[in-house]
Each structure stands twice: as C-alpha cells, then as structure tokens.
C-alpha cells in the first residue's frame, strides 16, 4: 500500500501570501495518478488538481501543482481570504485502489 | 451540469441496519463509475467503495470489504451505501463521489450518519 505523508499538518499564513504544501509518497507514483483537493469547514472537498499539474475546471490559476520524484507540492501563489481551508492529496493505486493523504490545514496567520 | 444529490442524516442505534443513498444527473449514469468516501468526526478522507453501474462491477477497499456493500440503480441513475448492523464507529460524513480517470471529479453534498445508543 502507498502511503502519502502530507506536510505541514498546519500553515498558518497571511493573505497575499505564498502557501507551498507537499504530499510524499511511500514509493513511486505516477504523475498521472496524483490529485489535489480543497475542503472548507463544512462543506465536501471539491477538486483542485489531478495528474499532478492540470487545475481542474473551475479553479483559478493561483492554484499550481508540481511533481519532482516522488514529492508532489501544491502551490497557492497568492492566499485569498477562501483559500484557507485543508488540502488533500490523493493517489490512485493497486489496493487500495485510492489513497488519501493526512491533510494540511492553511489557516490564517 | 453534473450532480450527485446524497439522501438526508440519519441517526441509528447500534445493530441497526442501514442503506444511503446518491441521485447522479447531468452526466451518463451508467458509464461513470461512482463510489464512497467517509469522514469520520474531524477526521480526514478515506475511500471505502466504488461501483460501474452499466455491469455492477464492484472495487472495495480491503478496509471496508465486508463491512459495507455497495450498490447501484441505473433505471433511477442512484447508487447506495449500506450496512447491516451499524456500529459506534461507523458515525461519520459519508459522501458520494464520481470517478474519473484516476481522481473524484464531482463529489455529493455529504450524508452525516449517527450510531448512538
């Protein structure tokens, strides 16, 4: 099974800010099989991300993500007052089939 | 546009049995697979099951294998959740979730299941 460890658990920024978040897997993951994904206080995730670097339909360009190894970041280029919230990766496997990350909670500062 | 509507919370005693419920609209029903992720309280997101409705062909995470069973309608574009005897630990968020490729492109609104004696 692969594990994706998530860090920091918490960011606590102010807006205007560079938020950098990064999920790293136990072993390889492809690219491709590596999403991102947005929750606010209660509400259901919405997706941010998927195969590392293509934003979702819908999601402003402040929101990046990037891939070296088997470290994946996503990058909030400049913090809007909704961005903070708590970010997941997930990685698509063998068994089980998805994975989700611990998450990280962007907070304000 | 796609939607996936979650039937309403539930409260249950341990023991009792349990079904949940997901509306897809908007997209071709049964050409999507469509699955389950829970939430336990203040908890982070775990897959438990996804479903083809066209074949019912049926993925379980070994977590949840045995302990829930999934299903689907495809004349009434709904898929289901369900449990035959609840317990404490199964309180959670439940939320529906379409697959795409290898990611939840579209997620319902969350179904908040209680076990309480």
């Known amino acids: 099974e692969t594990v994706l460890t998530q860090s920091p658990g918490t960011l606590s920024l102010s807006p205007g800010e560079r938020a950098t978040l990064s999920c790293r897997a136990s072993?390889?993951?492809?690219?491709?099989?590596l999403a991102w994904y947005q929750q606010k206080p209660g509400q259901a995730p919405r997706l941010l991300i998927y195969?590392?670097?293509s934003r979702a339909t819908g999601i402003p360009d402040r929101f990046s993500g990037s891939v070296s190894g088997t470290d994946f970041t996503l990058t909030i280029s400049r913090l809007e007052p909704e961005d903070f919230a708590v970010y997941y990766c997930?990685?698509?496997?063998?068994?089980?089939?998805?994975?989700f990350g611990p998450g990280t909670k962007v907070d304000i500062k | 546009e796609v939607q996936l509507v979650q039937s309403g919370a539930e409260v249950k005693k341990p023991g009792e049995s349990l079904k949940i419920s997901c509306k897809g609209s908007?997209?071709?029903?049964?050409?999507?697979?469509i699955g389950w992720v829970r939430q336990m309280p203040g908890k982070g997101l775990e897959w438990m099951a996804i479903?083809?409705?066209?074949?019912?062909?049926?993925r379980y995470s070994p977590s949840f294998q045995g302990q829930v069973t999934i299903s689907a309608d495809k004349s009434i574009s709904t898929a289901y959740l369900q449990w035959s005897s609840l317990k404490a630990s199964d309180t959670a968020i439940y939320y529906c979730?379409?697959?795409?490729?290898?990611?939840?492109?579209?997620w319902g609104q969350g179904t908040l299941v209680t076990v309480s004696s």
């Open positions: 908007g997209y071709t029903f049964t050409t999507s697979w």
């Open positions: 479903i083809y409705p066209r074949d019912s062909d049926i």
């Open positions: 997930q990685q698509y496997g063998t068994s089980p089939l998805f994975t």
């Open positions: 195969g590392a670097s």
């Open positions: 072993q390889s993951v492809s690219s491709t099989y």
């Open positions: 979730v379409r697959h795409t490729a290898h990611y939840f492109d579209y």
